[in-house]
């Protein structure tokens, strides 16, 4: 019993993590909290759901939901983001908090127009519906996707961020911008470049979230969220493996506490968490002061 | 006298509006990037709402209670919250915020939970709500005066510098946090003796986006600010029908705009005009200018 809960939990902190790394990633190279992450996200649900209903399969259907996250957010970089750049970095920080909320906003109202405010599902059937029993323990196809998802997305992440000369522009943009420039490194692209993949990243996860939980409403995103900050605060802000495993410990902590504990507490137990974390370590559980500036944070 | 009878609830929303972007107001002038507004007005209103609804206590007294609660939450909040900095302050603020939401909800026997408390007697009238935002108002502008004005100015600026100038950041931004959930704390109470119901999700998320846009419209540093910024993303578009279908991608679009164009926001980028051209005056009329930079 208690061994299915976890890997219920593990699932869930899966989910979390498919949502926060996109939403990690552009933190760790800009310093920005994207709050447009959660429009980004819902955008490529929808547009899937618009795709599947039309006929098309749903795996053309995720592949083109991520082109248009990435899409959507790269659009949210160049319209919200860019100009701000000239601004001192304080300023700069408040300034893009402001943007990417106002940009949520707008894409989240569109959204809430575009579906006349309704929750829509998916056609039963969309996603092939299996269940395996491992040792005892049920997961369906669409779970094992997930996590698979992750882990590559994991994998992938690091693999470009230490591995390949884009990445080291882009990490060499995110510990300072004006060397970078100097060495003839264009930071706009480099910019341009990270909210493009953390795009198709939420676009991913939406699509994996909305067949998850078959519901798809403008809103959808909300949640996640601030889910999200707690989790990239319980990483180490700005660290991409810390990240992963704070959403599996979330995913866990949050299954156990909803099993064990009456309604309504869970909330008022993770956030505090939260707050605490803030309090006692900033850094995070997992990201030491060095852990971060690894991937860049100016300080 | 019909037509402007009409508009009276337009002007207690406006009015209770107002209050909360002081409150809002009075952090990020100190720079202090703190969302804890919708915390503070949320222990306010539910103060004043079970004062009245529960224990029977006359509205004025309930009021205060509500301002001392806020002012209390504002100054422990305070506490651990003047070590962190930034991006840091504003999640963990937010954090507050839904901590708050989730013990009103889950706190039934109190708070009524989702259904929140109905039928508040409405004890607070437009009279009411302008006389507490002008006083909050005046308060504001003569702070703005005074040498708290030029502490927060100077931290907000430049932290190391008004370090070493003698500001006790520590202090004043515990001065910053505890003003602002006095503020929250007033008007969440006269909010809940205003509009007859009150529940958990009258001071979510949305409400935070809501104040933090009417300082970033309005501008962060003169007390006109949140008088402009409130004036237009809730004037506006109650005003002109049409647009009020759309009034939140509005509000976004506008956010983008002036953080873009108008970083300081309306108000005080108007303001700032003003004094150039005074100053560009000064200087043809009274040929060398010395003390230009100030």
């Known amino acids: 019993m208690i061994a299915q809960q976890i890997l219920n939990g593990v699932i869930t902190g899966s989910i979390y993590a498919l949502f926060a790394l996109g939403f990690t990633l552009v933190f760790s190279v800009h310093r920005v909290l994207n709050l447009a992450h959660g429009g980004v996200f819902m955008v490529s649900a929808l547009f899937a759901y618009y795709l599947v209903t039309s006929g098309v399969s749903i795996w053309v259907a995720a592949v083109a939901a991520a082109l248009a996250g990435g899409v959507v957010s ?5 319209v919200a983001l860019r100009r701000l750049r000239r601004f ?23 959204g809430h127009k575009l579906t006349d405010a309704q929750t829509v599902r998916f056609p039963f059937g969309t996603f092939p519906n299996v269940f395996f029993n491992l040792l005892g323990l049920r997961i369906s196809f669409l779970q094992i996707a997930v996590l698979l998802t992750v882990g590559a997305m994991l994998l992938f992440l690091m693999y470009y961020l230490y591995r390949t000369p884009v990445g080291l522009k882009l990490r060499a943009v995110a ?54 900050f707690v ?49 006692v370590k900033p850094s995070g559980l997992m990201g030491s002061a060095a852990a971060i500036s690894i991937v860049g944070r100016r300080a | ?67 001392l609660f806020g002012t209390a939450a504002g100054w422990c909040l305070s506490l651990p919250l003047a070590r962190l900095r930034g991006i840091y302050q504003a999640i963990a603020t937010l954090a507050f915020v839904q901590v708050v939401i989730a013990v009103m909800l889950f706190a039934t ?16 009238g437009t009279g009411t709500l302008l006389a507490a935002a002008i006083i909050t108002g005046y308060v504001m502008f003569a702070m703005q005066r005074s040498g708290i004005g030029r502490a927060f100015d100077a931290i907000q600026q430049e932290e190391t510098v008004a370090a070493v100038l003698g500001v006790s950041i520590r202090r004043y931004h515990a001065l910053a946090f505890t003003i602002s959930g006095a ?22 998320f949305t409400f935070v986006i809501m104040v933090l846009g009417y300082i970033v ?78």
């Open chain 1, 74 to 78: 790269g659009l949210i970089e160049i």
């Open chain 1, 88 to 110: 001192p970095p304080h300023v700069m920080e408040f300034a893009a908090l402001i943007t990417t909320l106002g940009a949520d906003i707008v894409i989240i109202n569109i």
């Open chain 1, 175 to 228: 510990s300072s911008e004006k060397a970078a420039r100097l060495m003839g490194v264009n930071p706009d692209a480099v910019y341009l470049q990270t909210f493009f993949i953390s795009g198709v990243m939420a676009g991913i996860a939406g699509v994996l979230i909305a067949l998850s939980f078959n519901s798809i409403s403008a809103h959808m995103g909300e949640p996640y969220m601030l889910k999200a």
């Open chain 1, 231 to 279: 989790i990239i605060v319980l990483g180490g802000l700005g660290s991409i493996p810390g990240c992963v495993m704070a959403a599996i410990f979330f995913g866990v902590a949050q299954t156990l506490c909803v099993v064990y504990l009456p309604p309504g507490a869970p909330d008022i137990i993770l956030y505090s968490l939260l707050f605490l974390v803030l309090l």
């Open chain 2, 1 to 67: 006298m019909n037509y402007f009878s009409q508009y009276l609830p337009l002007a207690d929303i406006f009015l209770l509006a107002l209050g909360f972007a002081f409150s809002q107001q009075v952090v990020l002038r100190a720079g202090v990037f703190s969302v804890a507004t919708a915390g503070f007005a949320s222990l306010g209103a539910y103060c004043s709402a079970i004062l009245v609804t529960t224990y029977g206590w006359p509205a004025p007294a309930a009021i205060a209670a509500s301002l």
């Open chain 2, 109 to 124: 026997s109190i708070t009524g939970g989702g259904l929140g408390i109905n039928s508040i007697p409405k004890s607070v």
């Open chain 2, 183 to 204: 503020i929250a704390g007033l008007f969440g109470g006269l909010q809940s003796l205003n509009t007859y119901t009150l529940t958990p999700s009258s001071f979510s």
């Open chain 2, 217 to 294: 419209v309005g501008g962060r540093r003169s007390a006109w600010g949140p008088v402009v910024g409130v004036a237009f993303l809730t004037l506006l578009p109650e005003l002109s029908r049409g647009l009020a279908e759309y009034r939140p991608i509005v509000t976004g679009i506008v956010m983008i705009a002036v953080m873009i164009f108008l970083p300081l926001g309306l108000a005080d980028t108007f303001i700032l005009s003003l004094k150039r051209r005074k100053r560009q005056g000064n200087l043809v009329e009274g040929g060398t200018h010395v003390r230009s930079a100030s």
